[in-house]
């Protein structure tokens, strides 16, 4: 077995790995990151896409509350062309107690949320589609982010300060020494080989894998898999994000990202965070919720539906799993275990990874004699090659409480928000109208090939880098054009048409398990034309026989298959 | 306007019904919102999957599965209804070349080899058994056409023993167009000229390279694609043949005209862009139908009607995220297959296909619709193609089958 040293191992490609990757990497220390999927193949990539004002959390948890509330501003500076300045608001609906308006103020000013209450009619100026029966309405600093693009970006300033960044490597084991944990076995599940990592000290950011990479190394970390279910529809109805003024609850945010409008969410405790299924209950429960916020919400076409599953921690004090507190938790295995060589980072949101990150690598410098100071939160983030270098810049918001952050984001001239009109407005200057290859989402073939080349292992990478097949029809069309680009870019390098096949029966197996929990209406009949073009014109269900998984891309393997259990 | 018969959909069995009705000295009107799944298929006759022989294996379908569209219609309408139906094609000079007794392997987008009974002339030469020969083959696109691949395609071909190559064009000169689809390229190969540089192209890389067939996306005009295919195997000295591409289909709009043609010549009126929302009847007796079109509501009258809207796809039939299926014209009953958990597999090419596309609305032997007593819901309404119950004509491969032989019988009724 091959064996490779380094200074800190991170298990994990969510957002918290990777961004603590990205700030070893900055203060000089030698980092490998390992992932077992592609990065994102966690929570991260199954969220909701909230980029939190703190909002949420005012009264049940006011520490992450004001956690959210720093770490906006500082992502809003570091990866502008992640987020979309959505602005959002808390609206009190009939459903809602109309005493929790007071409540959520005063609690926003006490967590430093920024909040500013708006009338009924500018709020319905601004997005008419809102239920008129709406009391009382109060604006935050919500925006809505593109988690993929900002783990890319976060990885490749990793990349750029000598950090390694494996993905499609799994850790199978951790090697401890007496009360020591030295380094990890990792397998790379594009051809099985087995390779062993030394290192000082692994940092554990496995999310709601944590406690089973814990127990490898004899360490008990409770995670609790909570389940959320979210659905996407094919509308942006709106342009700002709304939650309901009450406490946390199900079903009660509408996000708009890209462009879909996303519901959200769930919370079903579930055994494994590998096995889950999405109920037709969960779905039908949150189309409801979203007809008190926008009346005909239900009515309109659901796209697809995800879960993903919230890295809960049980602190071994807390006796009952509802006042478990939704903020991170670092734990020093040394110091709590005895264990040396290991810490673990858990908990959080996708709002707090930087500062998540900040923290545990901060306790790691201490314990390795590193004395750099962290400046992830002044630098920003290089921008990915699918990415276009944009001239183009979004309005700046001149009302609410986020005019003042934007001012000071666009005065920095770094890339620009992201903005809905980006792609359009790219493709019209490019004119590659001709060249899309994912038409609903606007994805040009050049993106599409770097998606290619920056080294996707299968159509879901690419899916992810340009949303191919995100759209209304499917991936009808596009997955059948990015099939033939991925064999015409790879085919020199080993990929051979076996492989492709795989890739693309991989692809059409994996977005059926998103797309029947919403099939009835209009995305059912798609469904069935999908089917005719994949099986009555272009034969695909008759390529098994001719293919095979490799040529480098990673499909059917276990170690990083969701098995969704039918209800 | 009263009619005799009044054709709701414009798919394969409503023109086939539209047309044999007319075709009997009867004022039929063929009303629409938009055109069948002739535009999305590849644009052959597919009678059954999996069968070498698919007559033979239909034969032995409807004696084992007697609520099958095929036994309601008999084995005999179909051999009528693709008499008629090449016949249409025939008169357009698009000629569709096949055997009912031996499917046909023809290569796809993909390079896979899909096994269909009845192919359009400018397809013929690519048939896998011909392909076989084993003398070298060229498959050729354009980099502008995004709905065909011709590496992948050639790739897959060998792998499965054939000796084939792919290979862009350059596009020929051609004034700034924003989208190649299929439709803008086979408008391109109208032009004398376009189609001259494509040869002189070809003729190039054959002797080169001694093709001796190449293959090309299935683009090569609207209206003289059998023109275009002679004219290109002059030039090169190949043959040629055509493979169908990513919807919209071509081929399916040739067929479409074709019918266009016919029906016109028969005397049929065709009216696309009304969407019927309801049927007016009373008793078992159908009087009329009220379609929308630019959110006007007409009246249409009629003694007789075929509804051909379709399964799923076409829209015929809606479902609801509550499990119920219906019938979107006249709110006939659905046979659906119990609660939406069942609905589907859990993998998406399982060969038994989805349950739910079974759903249709189950008649008698003269296609009359039944309700879930058995009991007979319009005695002047027959019900065809895609619309019936207990088939699933895309994974069953008999889209085209079903659709003319159901159309067919309701013609003769
Ligand atoms: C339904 C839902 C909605 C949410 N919405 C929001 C939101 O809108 N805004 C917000 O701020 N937060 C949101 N969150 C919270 C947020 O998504 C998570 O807190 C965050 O993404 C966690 O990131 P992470 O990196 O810690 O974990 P993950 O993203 O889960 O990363 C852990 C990684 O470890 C990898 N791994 C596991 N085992 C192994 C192994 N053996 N070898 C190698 N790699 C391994 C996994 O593949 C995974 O990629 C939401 C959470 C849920 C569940």
């Known amino acids: ?567 | 306007m009263n009619y005799e018969t009044i054709v709701i959909g414009a798919g394969l069995a409503g023109m086939l019904a539209a047309l044999v009705r007319a075709e009997r000295g009867e004022r039929v009107m063929m009303l629409a919102k938009g055109h069948g799944s002739t535009h999305w298929a590849a644009g052959c006759l597919d009678l059954l999957a999996d069968a070498d022989d698919p007559l033979g294996a239909i034969n032995q379908l409807v004696q084992a599965r007697p609520a099958h569209p095929y036994a309601l219609a008999g084995v005999a309408a179909l051999e009528q209804a693709l008499a008629r139906v090449r016949g249409v094609a025939e008169a357009a000079g698009y000629p569709l070349v096949g055997n009912a007794g031996r499917n046909l392997l023809m290569p796809t987008a993909l390079g896979a080899l899909r096994p269909t009974a009845f192919v359009p002339a400018t397809m013929v030469n690519g048939e896998a058994r011909q392909l076989g020969d084993g003398r070298p083959i060229l498959i050729a696109g354009l980099h502008e056409l995004r709905d065909f691949f011709p590496p992948l395609i050639a790739a897959n071909l060998r792998a499965q023993g054939y000796a084939a190559e792919g290979v862009y064009l350059e596009l020929p000169p051609v004034e700034r167009s924003h989208d190649f689809n299929p439709v803008v390229m086979a408008r391109l190969f109208e032009r004398p000229a376009f189609r001259a540089e494509i040869g002189r192209q070809l003729a190039t890389l054959v002797r080169k390279g001694g093709y001796a067939r190449v293959g090309l996306p299935a683009v090569l005009g609207l209206y003289n694609a059998v023109e275009v295919v002679r004219e290109l195997q002059a030039l090169t000295g190949a043959l040629i043949f055509e493979i169908p591409t990513l919807p919209t289909s071509v081929p399916g709009m040739r067929l479409f005209h074709a019918f266009e043609q016919a029906l016109t010549k028969a005397g049929a009126r065709i009216q696309i862009g009304g969407w019927v929302l309801r049927g007016e009847g009373s008793g078992s007796h159908l009087h009329a139908v009220f379609s929308e079109a630019a959110s006007r509501e007409q009246r249409h009258m009629a003694r007789r009607w075929v509804l051909a809207t379709g399964g799923i796809m076409g829209g015929g039939l809606r479902a609801e995220h509550t499990g119920v299926i219906s019938e979107t014209a006249l709110g006939l009953p659905v046979r659906t297959p119990s609660g939406r958990s069942d609905w589907f597999q859990a993998r998406f090419l399982d060969e038994a296909g989805h349950p739910v596309f079974r759903a249709g609305i189950a008649v008698d032997a003269q296609l009359r619709p039944l309700d879930a007593a058995d009991q007979i819901v319009y005695t002047n309404v027959a019900v065809v193609g895609s619309a019936l119950a207990d088939c699933d004509p895309i994974r069953e491969g008999c889209l085209e089958g079903i659709a003319l032989a159901t159309g067919f019988a309701a013609g003769q009724l």
């Open chain 1, 1 to 567: 077995m091959r064996t490779i040293e380094t200074d800190v191992l991170v298990i994990g490609g969510g957002a918290t790995g990777t961004g603590c990757a990205r700030d070893l990497a900055m203060r000089g220390m030698r980092t490998i990151l390992v992932e077992k999927g592609d990065l994102t193949h966690g929570t991260t990539g199954r969220y909701h896409g909230l980029l939190h004002s703190g909002g949420r959390y005012v009264t049940k948890d006011p520490q992450s509350a004001t956690e959210c509330a720093r770490e906006n501003v500082v992502l809003r500076k570091i990866m502008p062309h992640c987020l979309e300045d959505t602005s959002g608001f808390f609206v009190t609906t009939p459903w809602d107690d109309p005493a929790y308006g007071d409540v959520f103020v005063k609690n926003c000013r006490l967590t430093g949320v920024p909040v500013q209450e708006i009338s009924v009619q500018a709020m319905l100026r601004r997005e008419p589609v809102l239920n008129p029966r709406i009391s009382r309405v109060f604006e935050v600093m919500d925006g809505s982010a593109d988690s993929f693009l900002a783990t890319r970006s976060t990885a490749l300033s990793a990349e750029e300060y000598g950090a390694q960044i494996w993905t499609y490597h799994h850790v199978v084991d951790l090697v401890r020494e007496g009360d020591r944990v030295t380094g990890a076995v990792v397998e790379d599940l594009r051809n099985g080989e087995r390779i062993g990592i030394l290192c000082a000290c692994v940092l554990n950011a496995a999310g709601a894998w944590a406690g089973k990479i814990a127990s490898m190394a004899g360490v008990t970390v409770t995670v609790l898999p909570g389940k959320g279910t979210m659905v996407a529809m094919n509308h942006r109805m709106l342009n700002t994000v709304v939650n309901r003024c009450k406490l946390p609850d199900d079903g009660d945010i509408i996000v708009p990202i890209h462009t879909v409008a996303v519901i959200g969410t769930t919370d079903v405790h579930v055994p494994d965070p590998d096995v889950y299924g999405i109920e037709p209950d969960e779905i039908q429960f949150m189309l409801a919720e979203g007809d008190k916020l926008i009346p005909g919400f239900s009515q309109y076409r659901a796209l697809r539906a995800w879960a993903g599953v919230r890295p809960l921690y049980k602190d071994r004090d807390v006796a009952n799993d509802r006042d478990i507190p939704r903020t991170f938790k670092l734990l020093d295995h040394a110091e709590r275990d005895g264990v040396e060589g290991m810490l673990s980072i858990v908990g959080g949101k996708w709002t707090t990874y930087r500062l998540m990150a900040e923290e545990s690598v901060d306790a790691l410098a201490k314990r390795l004699g590193n004395t750099r100071p962290c400046r992830t939160a002044e630098e920003p983030l290089p921008l990915p090659p699918t990415e276009h270098q944009t001239t183009f810049r979004p309005p700046v918001r001149t009302t609410g409480p986020g005019a003042s952050v934007a001012a000071e984001v666009e005065a920095l001239q770094h890339a620009p928000l992201y903005w809905l009109g980006k792609h359009l407005a790219e493709v019209e200057r490019e004119q590659s109208f001709a060249d899309l290859i994912c038409e609903c989402e606007m994805a040009s073939r050049s993106r599409v090939l770097a998606a290619i080349d920056a080294g996707a292992k299968n159509l879901d990478d690419i899916r992810r880098d340009v949303r191919m097949g995100m759209g209304p029809c499917q991936g009808g069309w596009c997955i059948y054009r990015t099939t033939a680009l991925l064999f015409e870019r790879r085919g020199q390098d080993g990929l051979s048409q076996a492989n492709s096949n795989d890739a693309l029966l991989h692809f059409l197996q994996a977005r059926w398990k998103g797309l029947v929990p919403v099939l009835w209406g209009d995305q059912l009949r798609q469904a069935r034309l999908d089917e005719l073009i994949y099986v009555g014109v272009l034969g695909a269900d008759r390529l098994r026989p001719i293919a095979e998984q490799g040529g480098g891309l990673v499909t059917d393997n276990p170690a990083v298959a969701t098995e969704y259990v039918k209800a």
